[in-house]
């Protein structure tokens, strides 16, 4: 079964984590790429990026003739996607597990990460 495990940032996540103090950034980095590491060891990783700040993003649609229409990211948004993990285990039980460890990233106010879990879905055969 694979699952996507989604980290998501209030609309000033990106400017308040580069507020964080260098010793409680390099901590949540290390987290991370040792978090990976983990992982991919136990076969478990697919796939993980973090993503660039919701400024950089474009909404995008096609014209009448499927020329490319962008738009930039509405600022009632409160929420954006930070990055991701995919990962393929064997249960939903398994994801939920990777996800607990993956909300214990380093931060400030130790408050744990709130990460959500969807089951990457199959097209049906045919």
Excluded at 34 to 61: I, N, T, W, Y
Excluded at 91 to 117: D, F, H, M, N
Aim: proline letters at 6%.
């Amino acid at each position: 079964m694979k699952f996507m495990l989604l980290m998501n940032c209030g609309r000033d996540g990106y400017e308040e984590y580069l507020s964080w103090p260098k010793d409680v950034l390099r901590a949540n980095a290390e987290f991370m790429r040792a978090f990976s590491r983990k992982l991919s060891a136990a076969g478990e990783l697919v796939g993980a990026q973090g993503l660039a700040s919701p400024k950089q993003a474009k909404l995008v649609r096609a014209d009448a003739h499927g020329r490319p229409i962008t738009d930039g990211v509405f600022p009632e948004s409160k929420e954006y996607l930070a990055g991701y993990w995919l990962v393929e285990v064997p249960t939903r039980q398994r994801a939920y597990e990777i996800a607990a460890e993956a909300s214990t990233a380093p931060g400030i106010g130790a408050k744990p990460l709130e990460i959500e879990v969807r089951e990457v879905m199959s097209a049906p055969a045919g």
